[in-house]
């Protein structure tokens, strides 16, 4: 199952071990619970190398982002969300064939 997931992203990491790549994002969402957080809930999310390489250019610490993401398994039965690309927020260039009749 894959779904959209649109989040405030602070940063993200990509590294190599022994060519093993693998890479994490940093996001964060206002608190749910204001007795036990004070600011923003930091969550750091596993993703796919490609996820760093689709941020945008211009990427800014704490733009949102929209993800396509799906869940995985995670320690003690529980899922976690895993990052698979980014949706992307540029507008589909319309086709030089259009408009024109053959």
Do not use: H
Request: charged fraction near 20%; include cysteine; proline fraction near 7%.
């Amino acid at each position: 199952m894959q779904f959209n997931l649109k989040t405030q992203v602070f940063g993200a990491n990509k590294m190599t071990v022994e060519r093993n790549t693998f890479c994490s994002v940093f996001t964060g969402q206002p608190s749910t619970d204001p007795e036990q957080t004070k600011g923003l809930e930091v969550t750091k999310v596993s993703c796919d190398p490609v996820v760093f390489d689709q941020l945008p250019q211009d990427f800014k610490p704490g733009d949102y982002v929209e993800f396509i993401a799906t869940m995985k398994r995670a320690a003690g039965g529980k899922s976690q969300p895993y990052f698979l690309g980014v949706v992307s927020t540029r507008a589909a260039a319309p086709s030089a064939a259009q408009g024109k009749s053959a």
